[in-house]
T-cell receptor, first 117, second 114 residues
Framework: GAVVSQHPSWVICKSGTSVKIECRSLDFQATTMFWYRQFPKQSLMLMATSNEGSKATYEQGVEKDKFLINHASLTLSTLTVTSAHPEDSSFYIC?????????????FGNGTRLTVT | GQSLEQPSEVTAVEGAIVQINCTYQTSGFYGLSWYQQHDGGAPTFLSYNALDGLEETGRFSSFLSRSDSYGYLLLQELQMKDSASYFCAVRESKNGGSQGNLIFGKGTKLSVKP
C-alpha cells in the first residue's frame, strides 16, 4: 500500500489564484520530505527539501516566495503555489525516505497535476 | 555537481530482454537506484545497488560497476505493462555526506510492442 499520500491528485485553477498541495507520510514519521516538479516528457527536478520544524531549503532557481512550503508536523508537508500562472502548470510530486539508511528507497506520493488557465 | 546519462528511448517486443544503461558523475557515491514511472503516474522504486555486481528481483535485475561509474537495469520476459519510463538516480552528496534527496537521470522511455 501507499506510504506517502498526496492530495489533491489534480487541480485546475485560474491564473492569479493560489493552490495548496498536501503530502502526508503514512505509518512513519518523515522529518524530511522532498518536493519535485516534472514537466511533460522531462525528468523529475527537485524543487525544495522540506524540513520539519524549520525552513525549507530551495533549489537554485526556485522562488521561495512563490512556492511556500510548510512542514508543521512529522507526517505533513504542504506546498502552496501562490499567484499561479500558466507556466506553473506541471506535475508536482512529494516524496520521503522511510528509513535512515542510504539504501532506503524514496517513496513518492501519487502526484498532483496542476493546470493553470 | 552530479549528472546521469541514459538513453532517451528504447523499443522492444514482448518476451524479449532489454538493458537500459546509466552512467553517472558524482562527487560522492551512495548507490544507484532505479525507478519506474508509467504515464500520468508517480515513480515507483525498483532497485538499489550500493556495491558492484548484480541484484535480481524477479524479472528485473540491476547491475553496478563503481569503477566504471556505470550501471544498468535489465528487464527480462518483457510484458506490455512494462512500457514506462525508467529513471536511474543517485543520492546528492554535499560536503562529503549524503543529503538524502535523489538526483534523477532524464529517463528512458521503454515501449514494448506485441
Amino acid at each position: 500500500g501507499a506510504v506517502v499520500s498526496q492530495h489533491p491528485s489534480w487541480v485546475i485553477c485560474k491564473s492569479g489564484t493560489s493552490v495548496k498541495i498536501e503530502c502526508r507520510s503514512l505509518d512513519f514519521q518523515a522529518t524530511t520530505m522532498f518536493w519535485y516538479r516534472q514537466f511533460p516528457k522531462q525528468s523529475l527536478m527537485l524543487m525544495a527539501t522540506s524540513n520539519e520544524g524549520s525552513k525549507a531549503t530551495y533549489e537554485q532557481g526556485v522562488e521561495k516566495d512563490k512556492f511556500l512550503i510548510n512542514h508543521a508536523s512529522l507526517t505533513l508537508s504542504t506546498l502552496t503555489v501562490t499567484s499561479a500562472h500558466p507556466e506553473d502548470s506541471s506535475f508536482y510530486i512529494c516524496s520521503a525516505f522511510t528509513g535512515q539508511l542510504n539504501n532506503s528507497p524514496l517513496h513518492f506520493g501519487n502526484g498532483t497535476r496542476l493546470t493553470v488557465t | 555537481g552530479q549528472s546521469l546519462e541514459q538513453p532517451s528511448e528504447v523499443t522492444a517486443v514482448e518476451g524479449a530482454i532489454v538493458q537500459i544503461n546509466c552512467t553517472y558523475q558524482t562527487s560522492g557515491f551512495y548507490g544507484l537506484s532505479w525507478y519506474q514511472q508509467h504515464d500520468g503516474g508517480a515513480p515507483t522504486f525498483l532497485s538499489y545497488n550500493a556495491l558492484d555486481g548484480l541484484e535480481e528481483t524477479g524479472r528485473f535485475s540491476s547491475f553496478l560497476s563503481r569503477s566504471d561509474s556505470y550501471g544498468y537495469l535489465l528487464l527480462q520476459e518483457l510484458q506490455m505493462k512494462d512500457s514506462a519510463s525508467y529513471f536511474c538516480a543517485v543520492r546528492e552528496s554535499k560536503n562529503g555526506g549524503s543529503q538524502g534527496n535523489l538526483i534523477f537521470g532524464k529517463g528512458t522511455k521503454l515501449s514494448v510492442k506485441p
